[in-house]
């Protein structure tokens, strides 16, 4: 798969997930933009990507804000003259007892989750519809939106709503020549890997946990311009741990 002069926004690119999506576009030659609220980290990757002879620039961005979002494509056309593909991956978590959270705290994991997965596609979609071949759209939902612990209805509630609105904007999108399609990751270790447990590995039918490298490569697959008869769909990249039966011994 080749990537050469693809323009990419990665949004919440500065950290974990996010940054392994840019970097495995960067090796495959595209152009990256950086969107993330965390403008020091954000700065960091850039340095990173340029170190790797990569096109990228960063630009601060709050995905719970429409303006944000709007001035992020803009400044994206003003520097690269096209959007080709976007990666909603911004996110944060919220776990906390259904009795003690406020509306406050709702309406915050949900503007940051999921409205922006409408806004930033809407957007995107603007500029692209207006290219040859179109252009891709990956949103990256969750395992959660199919199994749960106790205390992440809002999380879930989000991630339910990205596999939804995916198919949805497939649909809405296809005249456009714009595939959109999800991701739900499973257990992506953004931390020390070498610090997990053996049973932590075992967990999983591939016989370990997950890399931002893993939903890296599973993006470059859902926008590679050969795998355009893919649309619409929410792959699972988990290692097989969402279809393992556990039981305690």
């Known amino acids: 798969m080749s990537f050469d002069s693809k323009v ?4 919440g690119g500065a950290n974990g997930i996010g940054k392994g999506i840019a970097l495995a576009y960067a090796e495959k030659g595209a152009k990256i933009v950086v ?10 990757v850039i340095k990173d990507l340029h170190q ?3 096109e990228a620039i960063f630009i601060e961005t709050d995905v719970r804000r429409e303006d944000d979002i709007k001035h992020l494509m803009n400044k994206t056309i003003q520097t690269y003259d096209k959007i080709d593909i976007l990666i909603n991956n911004a996110g944060i978590g919220l776990f906390k007892s259904p009795f003690d959270v406020t509306i406050e705290e709702w309406d915050n994991v949900i ?9 930033c596609s ?7 519809r207006k290219n040859e071949h179109g252009g891709s759209i990956v949103n990256i939902a969750s395992t959660r939106a199919i199994m749960s612990e106790p205390n992440s209805e809002a999380y879930a509630a989000t991630k339910g709503g990205i596999v939804a609105i995916t198919h949805a904007l497939a649909a809405s999108f296809a005249n456009e020549l714009i595939t959109v399609n999800a991701i739900s990751p499973g257990w ?3 931390g020390d890997y070498d610090h997990l447990r053996d049973i932590d590995h075992e967990q999983h039918f591939s016989k370990r946990v997950g890399k931002p490298s893993d939903i890296g490569n599973a993006c470059l697959y859902l926008t590679d311009k ?9 792959l699972v990249v988990d290692g097989g741990m969402t279809k393992k039966m556990m039981y305690e011994e």
């Open 8 to 11: 990419v926004i990665v949004t």
């Open 35 to 44: 969107a993330d609220v965390d403008s020091k980290t954000g700065n960091e």
């Open 52 to 54: 790797q002879s990569c």
């Open 111 to 119: 503007h940051t989750n999921l409205r922006s997965v409408f806004l």
């Open 122 to 128: 809407r957007e995107a979609a603007k500029y692209m």
């Open 188 to 190: 992506i270790e953004t």
């Open 226 to 234: 050969n795998n355009n008869f893919v649309t619409g769909i929410n």
